[in-house]
């Protein structure tokens, strides 16, 4: 998940769903059914230059194309939509090449079409061996039709997150009237085609289009759960599989977001003792539940007082701080513009940084397609048992819970009905597969690692050891990108060891000391920050 960003919106917030809701829809086709379906002949990706946006595309090397799909697989030969797909070939320099690795930055809702230049990042120009290929998954950025549900949705006009009966009121009257919008939207017949078996199989229509027989992977947060969709519906067509940030196939969703309240709770407090531990640049202090305790007296504070001409409330400063839970790559510019707050009373720096990647079409469509999946993916409970959830969480993991759960209450009201969650299994793989994770992960907590790799036997698990950063794999880690390398090679995976634990833990993204000087300048520029961008759209 990412931020909250919802403003009112005018109208009446107690529309009814009925009559713009899809029938439910019948349980698409799984395993040899499944192969069959998505293997039918499929059209060639015609290469040529990429739509215009946020990146020079020709510049790192970037081609696009477009593929059509079915909108609805159990109709192969009806409706069909767009996918942009983007590539960066293989260097005949780095030697022989090894096929195409399709790429996923997580979300979902992420754009992938910059992802391909990840192939440079791959240690020895092993990467540099295979033809990268982004894509944007359907409903997603330039693929046709792209979802937008309320383009006015996003700003800071925004009540408190921990609700009172005003409140309440407020939240689920304006998460509802979102997934009205959502039902009756440009873009709504995608809406019961949006879960992940279906992006899984638009992945197995990219590899044929592509003329492979089998093809690698390499998917960061919900990507994981993507490439584990892939290896349970396609399993003779995986070849490579790396699994960074690695989805609990058992706690899809709802289960999956308070596991998150907790962690991110956790993770905060291993941010405030780094900042209490460099005092002499944060000037917060040295003892860091005295800083904890500040940051939720500023909270309180900002109900009444909000900073930066008014933008900068509670909500947008819990927003901004929750990238410390996430990576440790920004730890040095959160803390200076937190310290600027605290002791200047300055609040510009935070709310640019809540923002940035905040507010905008873009934001908002990444939001669209996060609730379309994540809502039909698996069903949701009720308000009922999401409050009485909510408020026993809250009462240990306050940073964190409520803005969660609003975040998430589109899914109360949801237009379409949900499928059944994938059954996930490795079984049939017959390839290894490479899992990666820090095990204090927020995002996707280790547990989820740790369950994945019972149900793939086939699967070897390296952990950064007491690291909080979420899918930093390619970081600089030698121990963790020089396996990355030999796997990607050769296929060759850490030995499988008995029991429930990583097969091999290596150091964590190590954590930047503080400077004068901002450290977003770091190794791997913007596409980092567009991994960073995108798995925060995951679950927060």
Known sequence: MKRLIIVGMAGALGLSLAGTSAGQAAPAPTGLDAVAVASSTAPSVHWGSCPTGSYDYA????????????????????????????????????????????????????????????????????????????????????????????????????????????RTKYWLGITKRYAHDCATSKASRLLPHMTTADNARDMDRIRAALGQSKMSYYGFSWGTYLGAAYAKLFPHRVKRMILDGVVNPNRVWYGANLDQDRAFDRNMDVYWRYLAKHDDSFHLGTDWKTIKTGYYAEVQKL???????????????????????????????????????????????????????????????????????????????????????????????????????????????????????????????????????????????????????????????????????HAGSLSGVACVDNKIARYLANGSVPRRVAGNRADVYCPHVPAPQPTSTSTSGRRMLDLRAVLMRAQQSMLR
């Open 59 to 166: 510049s790192y090397g970037i081609q696009c194309g477009t593929l059509r799909v079915p909108l609805d697989y159990r109709h192969p030969h009806g409706r069909q939509i767009t996918l942009e797909v983007s590539r960066r070939k293989h260097d005949p320099k780095a030697g022989p090449s090894k096929g195409i690795i399709l790429i996923n930055p997580g979300g979902p809702g992420g754009s992938g079409l910059i992802m391909p230049y990840l192939q440079q990042y791959v240690p020895h120009s092993v990467g540099m061996r295979y033809d990268w290929i982004g894509f944007d998954p359907r409903g997603v950025g330039a693929s046709r039709p792209a979802l937008h549900c309320n383009r006015e949705l996003f700003g800071t006009d925004r009540p408190y997150y921990v609700p009172n009966r005003k």
């Open 303 to 469: 109900r009444g007082h909000p900073r930066a001409g008014g933008r900068l409330g509670p909500d947008e400063l819990g927003d901004a701080m929750l990238d410390a839970g996430y990576y440790v790559y920004d730890w040095v510019d959160i803390g200076n513009a937190y310290s600027a707050l605290i002791n200047k009373g300055e609040g510009r720096a935070l709310f640019k940084m809540y923002k940035s990647s905040s507010m905008g079409a873009d934001a908002e469509n990444g939001y669209a397609v996060y609730d379309a999946v994540q809502c039909t993916d698996n069903p949701w409970p009720g308000w009922k048992k999401t409050r009485s959830d909510s408020w026993r969480v809250y009462q240990k993991a306050p940073f964190l819970t409520w803005g969660n759960t609003w975040y998430n209450a589109p899914c109360l009201h949801w237009g379409v009905p949900a499928q059944h969650r994938l059954h996930m299994s490795g079984k049939r793989l017959k390839h290894h597969v490479l899992m990666i994770s820090e095990t204090k992960d927020a995002a996707t907590p280790f547990s989820g690692a740790l369950e994945l790799r019972k149900l793939f036997p086939t699967a070897s698990l390296i952990a950064g050891r007491n690291g909080t950063t």
